[in-house]
């Protein structure tokens, strides 16, 4: 990449490297500066999507102004580049990976951060702030749905009807839509996405955030399928996260968001496994296709659900991709 020119004006500038972008359409540079600049390194963020850019800074911003920590952001150029404090290399997910000590502990300080963001962050959004998609609705939902049926079942030589199939996306998009509890939703809260710097916890990558069933973001990190967490950690979590719920919310039923939590773990679990098929599958990147087996594994959890009964074809089609992992 050529050096863009107001990074060159700097005179402290010494170098620049390419870091791991991951399935992120935006690049990522590591910059380096000389001892007597006051930043030793930063992150320099190149995107072409302007508004995408435009929506991270604001969001940024108002985070930042509920005390939730997120990366500063140091210089943003209009155009396509900005830059942003370095937070290092160590992700929740990394912390997990490597056995470094007992993380629990840090899942409770994102969702307990989590709950923060949801229901404190939709006060300070605006129509106008949000970048695509203002809500997770009907169309949302099927486009999730489908993600999974055309990138990934398909793909995967598992024999089902498409009507009946068709039949039971249409229910859980409207089961869903009942929901009371629709806040901030992260909408891709993941182990990646928490950076873990001199022992604190940063959100990053929050700029697809849109209002939504809450629970949502619950799921999509405690049952990252490369996290690989136990069902006794994720039962731990998820009930945390319930009861620092219900410290945030008047009159807040448990039994109503466990329904929204079970529409949550199908939809979350079935989109992940077509996002895998996309970028493993068909885009060949590594570690998509090595997350493709705990995706499947981790499907067994919606065998367990009352609302499956209600579900024959997908909880046939979950069964059959478990006897072929």
């Known amino acids: 990449m050529k050096i863009p020119q107001f990074l060159l004006e700097i005179p402290e500038f010494k170098k620049i490297e390419p870091l791991n972008s991951g399935g992120s359409g935006r690049k990522y540079f590591r910059v380096f500066f000389s001892e007597t600049y006051q930043y030793k390194t930063l992150i320099l963020v190149k995107n072409d999507d302007v508004r995408e850019n435009k929506v991270f800074i604001n969001f940024t911003n108002k985070l930042k102004n509920l005390g939730l920590k997120v990366p500063e952001i140091i210089f943003f150029d209009e155009a396509k580049f900005y830059l942003q404090e370095d937070l290092g290399d160590e992700t929740l997910l990394n912390q997990v990976l490597l ?9 409770k300080e994102v969702l307990k951060d989590l709950v923060k963001f949801q229901t ?9 702030d949000f970048y695509t998609y203002s809500e997770f609705d009907e169309t949302l939902i099927f486009r999730d749905l489908f993600y999974f049926k055309n990138y990934f079942l398909d793909f995967s030589k598992v024999e089902y009807l498409e009507h009946k199939l068709l039949k039971e996306f249409n229910f859980l998009s409207k089961e869903l839509q009942k929901s009371e509890y629709k806040f901030l939703m992260y909408r891709d809260l993941q182990g990646r996405n928490i950076m873990l710097e001199n022992d604190k916890l940063y959100f990053i990558d929050y700029q697809g955030a849109m209002k939504g069933v809450c629970v949502y973001d619950a799921v999509s990190l405690l049952w990252q399928a490369k996290a690989n967490l136990s069902a006794e950690a994720r039962e731990e979590l998820l009930t ?19 329904k929204d939590f079970e529409i949550c773990l199908i939809l979350r679990l079935l989109q992940v496994l077509g996002a895998y098929g996309k970028l493993g599958w068909i885009q060949k990147k590594q570690h998509f296709l090595e997350s493709i087996k705990f995706g499947i594994e981790n499907l067994k959890d919606i065998l367990d659900l009352e609302i499956i009964e209600r579900l024959p074809t997908i909880k046939q089609i979950i069964i059959d991709l478990q006897e072929r992992n």
């Open 99 to 107: 056995g470094k000590g007992e993380f629990i502990h840090y899942y």
């Open 120 to 128: 404190e962050g939709i006060k300070l959004i605006n129509e106008q």
């Open 240 to 258: 945390y996260y319930y009861q620092e719920l219900k410290v945030n919310i008047p009159n807040f039923d448990e039994e109503k968001i466990k």
